[in-house]
């Protein structure tokens, strides 16, 4: 059973390369979860909010201020860059390979040597308090619950409610409400890595 239709759907458009490529060089690369890059354009960059993306952009801004996980969950976090790489070298094995091979599938994942969740929150928040962010809408702290139940309570308290006040703070001002916008996006988003934060416990 498929944990969510992310990774459902990711296993269709696998099923259906290896079914249809024919004598195409084909490769396939699987990333675990992808953040900002370690040198490559420049250190840091990325262009979304997915993922660890969004979950450290969310502490950096004071607006994350719970999640679903273990705390000693090991992250499999790679380097954009470093993917960017992978990807580079699969499809060159791909034109050098005998067509007549089952198509390679590459797990580009990280080494044993990796933060645990709760080891990666405590270097993002030691990092925010070393240079804020100039967006920082409340002092960034988290906590993380394996309970989806107590995760709902809890963000009712340190997201809901504290972003409907914010939220009427911008409209008395003059301003658009962002809080709760924010939060509907990032709750989904949070949802959707949980069986990962969750899982990796168990491994």
Not at 68 to 93: Q, R, W, Y
Not at 111 to 128: A, C, K, M, S
Not at 131 to 157: E, K, L, N, T
Request: aromatic share 10%; glycine share 6%; net charge neutral.
């Amino acid at each position: 059973m498929w944990p969510n239709t992310y990774t459902f759907t990711k296993a269709i458009a696998e099923s259906i390369i290896r079914k249809t490529a024919g004598d195409l060089p084909v490769a396939i690369v699987r990333p675990s979860q992808v953040s900002t890059s370690l040198k490559e354009p420049v250190c840091g960059w990325i262009d979304n909010v997915y993922g660890p993306n969004g979950a450290a952009v969310g502490l950096f801004a004071g607006l994350v201020k719970t999640g679903i996980s273990h705390a000693e969950t090991k992250l499999n976090i790679i380097p954009v860059d470093m993917v960017a790489n992978c990807i580079i070298a699969a499809a060159f094995g791909a034109t050098t390979r005998d067509h007549n091979e089952t198509i390679p599938i590459y797990n580009y994942v990280s080494g044993p040597n990796t933060l645990t969740f709760q080891e990666n929150t405590d270097v993002i928040l030691e990092r925010v308090l070393e240079v804020p962010s100039s967006q920082a809408i409340w002092y960034p702290w988290g906590i993380a619950f394996r309970s989806v139940f107590w995760y709902r309570v809890f963000a009712i308290f340190v997201h809901v409610i504290p972003g409907a006040l914010l939220d009427i703070g911008f409209v008395i001002k003059g301003n658009s409400p962002m809080c709760l916008l924010d939060l509907k996006e990032i709750c989904p988003l949070q949802a959707l890595s949980s069986w990962i934060l969750i899982a990796g416990k168990r491994k």
